[in-house]
């Protein structure tokens, strides 16, 4: 059993994390990792806002709760701009807490998939590793539209 919790950006704080929860469900995109293991969320919300200050305390209540694994949420990949202190968040959480960083929830969304396609926001070395396992095919980026 892995215990999860999951950080989004505070641009999308209204989010009913219906994406996020099918994904989990299917283990598709971040949580294809986890395809014969069982997995349970044991925390969610929001990075409080930029510059991210609620990543700070977060993860140790996540800890309290048994979670040994933050997925940064997809949506700090495909905002418009995308976060600019993913890398912050992903150095600072193992740092703090011994816990593991997975970049990624849910699958792109078909629509910001395209737009930033246009916009050549991933097209670099590091991009494209973190977007490696929420970038899908484009059957389930329509899906998840
Ligand atoms: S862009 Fe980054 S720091 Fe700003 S609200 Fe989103 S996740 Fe938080």
């Excluded at 040994?68 to 701009?81: F, K, S």
Aim: aromatic share 8%; with cysteine; hydrophobic share 35%.
């Amino acid at each position: 059993m892995k215990r999860i919790g999951i950080i989004i950006c505070h641009r999308y704080h209204t989010c009913a994390a219906g994406k996020c929860l099918r994904a989990m469900r299917n283990r598709e995109g971040g949580f294809s990792i986890y395809k014969d293991e069982e997995i349970e969320l044991v925390g969610i919300t929001t990075c409080g806002g930029c510059p991210g200050g609620n990543v700070e305390y977060a993860p140790a209540e996540m800890k309290k709760n048994g979670a040994e694994i933050i997925h940064l949420a997809t949506g700090l990949m495909v905002g418009y701009p995308p976060c600019p202190r993913l890398e912050e968040f992903r150095k600072f959480i193992p740092a703090k807490y011994g816990m593991q960083v997975v970049i990624g929830t849910h699958p792109i969304p078909k629509s910001y998939y395209e737009t930033h396609s246009q916009l050549g926001t991933w097209k670099s070395e590091i991009w494209g590793e973190r977007i490696k396992a929420v970038i899908t095919d484009e059957e389930t980026r329509i899906a998840y539209n």
